[in-house]
């Protein structure tokens, strides 16, 4: 999976009927150390994602793995919002959500 | 999924059997923030596209969930056509088509 | 699809007995604005494709849903031989078949 | 497959249901030569990994083929911990575990 | 697929159980004009390959067409060894073996 961020929306009135009522996010690859901005992708949003939000990326047929996205023309889907990483022991990023509590999973 | 612009035709006269009988349209990868041309692709038109749009393009297994494209040796599919797009809440791209009206659906 | 062009052959005697039997073509892949040649590849030839010809190239899971390579372990085939592609209205590459005619399909 | 050296945890809360559970690791590819770093990539975690540990990554749908990953939007798991790499006769790398015991299978 | 020389082998004793059992070699991808060596992957052998041998590597889910990684975590196999190559009729690459013989195939 690929770390990125929600940067934007997609708009489409004519798809393929397969694809037809998704949520289609824009976002960047981010470099996890840096946090810098990488290459654009598309992708269907599995979860409930936001802009300036991190994510988590499935692509490929793997992107066809969700419930929303069975048998779907698509192939890159947002299967996780993330809370915090990590590198070499170190906080990278965390999230702090007032109104949805925090609590660290691994 | 990639946003790509039509840039183009392919024609084809000997074909496998499997892939006959569609449009093949030349497409150039969009950086969605700049709007400038990156790499060619050519992928099977889903959806009616022309030359100057913005299109989505599923790539690998998920070219091939469209009714059009299934079990076909094809990688590429354009499944969308983009009226719109937007970056850190700014508008980058607006299609405004007077034939078939506009309305923004997110 | 790539656009490639077909640079030479490969020969292996001692190959799984999925892949047995395959005429393997090494191709570039081809910039279809400037002609240039690319990176390299070897694809299966399911279409009959001969060197200097220009094809196309079907990658991934796509690569096995032509009759001949299904199931195989077979990651790239060459599904189309190409006649003619055009870019902003310009045609750039048209090949003339005094054998086999030749007629514009769309 | 890539070799690649694990650098960290992402934690999710929100996850699609489908991939709950998972121990998601962050890694670096590995140049198997010169050691040195390379792109980042977050893959579920199929053996046991730990961070600083060299492991084998298998991408795309092959990411799924192992018992806990069957069926999930997943394109990443690390399906092996490496013990020990050459190159040219040379070893490169080897792992000495006190703990486990340590024999060369090939 | 990828024309790749063998440089080395991979040992693990921790695996997933579906990949047990199998060699696992390093490779580098061959540029098929100047033989310089590319990217390293790391590869099942379906096809008995040794170090310094020029083969052919299918990846994704096509390298789970052999009856040996037949739903198997991997995503690159080995499924041909090259004897041969030819570049605008120029012969780039010819293996000799003494003990097994050598005939040209295409």
């Given at each position: 999976?690929?770390?990125?961020?929600?940067?934007?929306?997609?708009?489409?009135?004519?798809?393929?009927?397969?694809?037809?009522?998704?949520?289609?996010?824009?976002?960047?690859?981010?470099?996890?150390?840096?946090?810098?901005?990488?290459?654009?992708?598309?992708?269907?949003?599995?979860?409930?994602?936001?802009?300036?939000?991190?994510?988590?990326?499935a692509?490929?047929?793997?992107?066809?793995?969700?419930?929303?996205?069975?048998?779907?023309?698509?192939?890159?889907?947002?299967?996780?919002?993330?809370?915090?990483?990590?590198?070499?022991?170190?906080?990278?990023?965390?999230?702090?959500s007032?109104?949805?509590?925090?609590?660290?999973?691994?």
């Amino acid at each position: 999976m690929q770390l990125a961020k929600v940067v934007g929306t997609v708009v489409s009135n004519r798809k393929d009927p397969n694809i037809g009522g998704f949520k289609l996010l824009l976002l960047r690859q981010t470099n996890p150390e840096t946090m810098e901005d990488g290459s654009y992708v598309v992708a269907v949003d599995a979860v409930g994602a936001g802009v300036d939000e991190y994510v988590l990326i499935a692509a490929g047929s793997s992107a066809r793995q969700t419930e929303m996205t069975k048998n779907r023309p698509c192939d890159a889907v947002i299967m996780a919002i993330v809370d915090q990483w990590t590198i070499d022991g170190r906080q990278v990023y965390e999230k702090f959500s007032p109104n949805h509590g925090y609590d660290v999973e691994i």
